[in-house]
């Protein structure tokens, strides 16, 4: 690891942290539901993205970090961009609310469409 490559990921993770609050001030501005929507839209879109990103950059699992695009773009801005502790966050709201149901139901929605959405991306791009 070099100084470039933890200044890449910063770079990028800022970026995805400030794309990921504006697209959740707007969502919020939009829907008033008790669904966590703007998180479930966040973590969805991010997982389609990395799912087509990685096939198209021809990247392993176990070697994310290795180069520049990688380090910026799936790391830093993908990794800041989406989020799970927003989604634990918004699953214990909900429960705390009462809304138990609705609270495990987002926790396995998000998981199985995020799951999709990525290895859709990857169909899309092999």
Do not use: C
């Not at 707007?26 to 929507?37: A, I, N, Q």
């Not at 961009?81 to 705390?96: C, G, H, M, V």
């Not at 138990?100 to 995020?114: E, H, M, N, T």
């Amino acid at each position: 690891m070099t100084a470039l490559d933890v200044f890449w990921v910063g770079l990028g993770g800022g970026l995805g942290s400030l794309l990921r609050w504006w697209i959740g001030l707007r969502v919020g501005e939009l829907y008033k539901g008790k669904f966590p929507l703007g998180t479930f839209l966040i973590n969805v879109s991010g997982a389609f993205v990395i799912g087509y990103l990685s096939i198209l950059f021809t990247v392993d699992w176990r070697d994310r970090y290795g180069d520049v695009m990688n380090a910026a773009v799936l790391t830093g801005i993908l990794g800041g961009y989406t989020t799970f502790s927003s989604l634990q966050l918004d699953a214990a709201k909900l429960a705390n609310a009462r809304h138990r149901a609705l609270a495990a139901g987002y926790l396995v929605i998000s998981v199985v469409v995020g799951l999709a959405a990525a290895a859709f991306g990857a169909w899309l791009a092999r």
